[in-house]
């Protein structure tokens, strides 16, 4: 797509988007989101924090901050986090001050959380794009989860029954892409971001 329709001149003065992207685990969020940041200039993930275990896979401060109980307690009591919740026994939680600063920076802000952080996110900033990642089938998601081979079988089966409870609350999303194949997931959520940026919306004051 054109630059110039990337980020139009007045990216600069202008608050950056709140994008949310919810979608059962397994379906593929982490895969789509890794091409999306490379293709999107202006659009940058928030990094959350989370007490559960690092995978082999993962990087400290990359992927995810890792906290202890007390550590995540702490931020959360400081109010430090914008929204949290626990999923399959872990909590996680999105850090308030790089989504402020870079919104105000005029970057959109990507948060890739679950289903109950997406509801405190629409509460807080109704103007914020909610987009639900959908598998192309529930047996498909199994053999992703499945293949991906990062859980025990009881914990794949727990994400599973979770799985079920999101995908019967995608009516709180305004939009729906469906990742059967990943670049044309990568390449509707781009148009999603883009026609949001082209919104008319109140300058900074
Ligand atoms: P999530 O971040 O939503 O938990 P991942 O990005 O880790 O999901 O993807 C789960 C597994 O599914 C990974 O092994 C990934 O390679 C695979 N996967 C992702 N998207 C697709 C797709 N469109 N078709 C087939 N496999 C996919
Ligand atoms: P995973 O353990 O597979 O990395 O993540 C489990 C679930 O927690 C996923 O749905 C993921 O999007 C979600 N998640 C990750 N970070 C956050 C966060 O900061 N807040 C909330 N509410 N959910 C998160």
């Given amino acids: 797509m054109n630059q110039q329709v990337n980020c139009s001149a007045t990216c600069s003065q202008r608050q950056g988007n709140l994008i949310v992207l919810s979608g059962p685990s397994g379906v593929g969020k982490g895969t ?12 940058l993930r928030s990094i959350s ?3 559960r275990q690092k995978r082999n896979s993962e990087l400290d401060c990359i992927d995810y901050f890792f906290l ?25 939680g999105t850090p308030r001050s790089f989504v402020r600063q870079q919104q105000q920076d005029g970057n959109d802000v ?3 959380i679950e289903v109950a952080g997406a509801r405190q996110i629409a509460q807080l900033a109704p103007e914020a794009v909610l987009i639900f990642l959908s598998p192309p089938s529930f047996e498909a998601l199994e053999s992703r989860l499945a293949g991906r081979a990062t859980e025990q079988p009881e914990q ?4 599973l029954v979770k799985a079920k ?11 729906e892409v469906v990742n059967d194949i990943v670049e044309i997931a990568v390449n509707n959520l781009q148009h999603i971001i883009y026609s949001e940026r082209l919104k008319i919306r109140q300058p900074i004051r």
């Fill in 110 to 112: 990507l948060l890739v």
């Fill in 49 to 51: 924090v989370t007490t």
């Fill in 156 to 159: 794949v089966a727990s994400r």
């Fill in 68 to 92: 202890t109980k007390e550590q995540f307690s702490q931020s959360r009591a400081s109010g430090e986090l914008l929204e949290w919740a626990e999923y399959a026994g872990a909590f996680y």
């Fill in 32 to 43: 789509v989101v890794a091409q999306l940041l490379e293709q999107t200039p202006h659009l």
């Fill in 165 to 175: 409870e999101e995908i019967s609350q995608k009516e709180l999303f305004a939009y």
